[in-house]
């Protein structure tokens, strides 16, 4: 195979997402007939498993590949429903000083030559963690929540992927729990808003939604449920990843451009150098 497009789903704060972002596009990808391997990147505070509902399945992780006592593919785990998902469990005792750049540039060397998808969930932050995930990834997706501490993290986020090599060539951004009502009222910034002042394209927006917390709670992704409506916004998102450029206002149908404010005020307090 030895063309997998390798991504890294990243943020700059906890808990906007990042890797119930992941195990859905990962499901929606493998739905579709792609071999896919989620690494689960954040060593020591492992969540990727749960969502996928593999908690009781993994023997191996990532740790046992570092140490040479097994290799890559000895401790994939593959999804119950879905065979052609598998999941590099993280170690929940492993210090993330454990592992380096160039360790997971030698899991993704190898696993390039099986799968059509790796995506990596990185941790949170900026942290040696961060830096492993973005090491070997071809793409960074950019997971925010549209309120200005989020955006800020995610500002700073793109600055350290910058000073790494990204560009705008090779960033995207997914809006996670947008609230088309709170938006049409102007009470929250619109899609388009946070488009403008991070300066690099929207790769999705997702909705607020109480079926993806009851999915992720269930450890069972959208496209293995009857959640047509949410789970065709991860469709929409895959099929951007695979090169179809679906239109985003099948995302954004509840945004609207008339926060200039909001913008201006962005621009001015936080800039990139």
């Given at each position: 195979m030895d063309n997998a497009k390798v991504f890294v789903v990243t943020s700059g704060k906890g808990g906007v997402g990042k890797t119930t972002i992941t195990a859905n596009l990962g499901a929606v990808l493998a739905v579709k007939g792609y071999n896919v391997c989620l690494i689960d990147a954040d060593i020591g505070l492992k969540n990727l498993d749960l969502v996928l509902?593999?908690?009781?399945?993994?023997v191996y992780t990532i740790l046992d590949v570092i140490n040479g006592n097994k290799g890559v593919m000895e401790v994939l785990v593959k999804h119950k429903f879905l065979k052609n998902l598998n999941l590099l469990a993280s170690s929940q005792i492993a210090n993330k000083d454990m592992i380096s750049p160039e360790d997971m540039g030698n899991i993704i060397s190898?696993?390039?030559?099986?799968?059509?998808y790796i995506i990596i969930d990185s941790p949170a932050g900026i942290e040696r963690g961060f830096k492993n995930a973005i090491s070997a990834a071809q793409h960074a997706i950019i997971v925010t929540t549209p309120d200005l501490t989020a955006i800020s993290d995610a500002d700073r986020v793109i600055g350290l992927l910058e000073n790494n090599g990204y560009t705008d060539k090779n960033m995207s951004l997914i809006v996670n729990r947008l609230k088309p009502k709170m938006v049409k009222k102007k009470e929250m910034v619109s899609a388009?808003?946070?488009?403008?002042?991070?300066?690099?394209?929207?790769?999705?927006?997702?909705?607020?939604?109480?079926?993806i917390i009851l999915s992720t709670n269930e450890g069972k992704p959208l496209a293995?449920?009857?959640?047509?409506?949410?789970?065709?916004?991860?469709?929409?998102?895959?099929?951007?990843?695979s090169g179809n450029m679906i239109d985003l206002e099948e995302d954004l149908k509840a945004?609207?451009?008339?926060n200039q404010g909001f913008v201006d005020f962005f621009k001015n307090l936080w800039k990139r150098s």
């Amino acid at each position: 195979m030895d063309n997998a497009k390798v991504f890294v789903v990243t943020s700059g704060k906890g808990g906007v997402g990042k890797t119930t972002i992941t195990a859905n596009l990962g499901a929606v990808l493998a739905v579709k007939g792609y071999n896919v391997c989620l690494i689960d990147a954040d060593i020591g505070l492992k969540n990727l498993d749960l969502v996928l509902g593999l908690e009781n399945r993994i023997v191996y992780t990532i740790l046992d590949v570092i140490n040479g006592n097994k290799g890559v593919m000895e401790v994939l785990v593959k999804h119950k429903f879905l065979k052609n998902l598998n999941l590099l469990a993280s170690s929940q005792i492993a210090n993330k000083d454990m592992i380096s750049p160039e360790d997971m540039g030698n899991i993704i060397s190898v696993l390039s030559k099986h799968f059509h998808y790796i995506i990596i969930d990185s941790p949170a932050g900026i942290e040696r963690g961060f830096k492993n995930a973005i090491s070997a990834a071809q793409h960074a997706i950019i997971v925010t929540t549209p309120d200005l501490t989020a955006i800020s993290d995610a500002d700073r986020v793109i600055g350290l992927l910058e000073n790494n090599g990204y560009t705008d060539k090779n960033m995207s951004l997914i809006v996670n729990r947008l609230k088309p009502k709170m938006v049409k009222k102007k009470e929250m910034v619109s899609a388009d808003d946070i488009k403008e002042a991070l300066a690099i394209d929207i790769l999705g927006v997702i909705p607020d939604s109480e079926e993806i917390i009851l999915s992720t709670n269930e450890g069972k992704p959208l496209a293995l449920g009857d959640k047509k409506n949410i789970s065709r916004v991860f469709d929409n998102i895959s099929e951007r990843v695979s090169g179809n450029m679906i239109d985003l206002e099948e995302d954004l149908k509840a945004d609207n451009r008339d926060n200039q404010g909001f913008v201006d005020f962005f621009k001015n307090l936080w800039k990139r150098s």
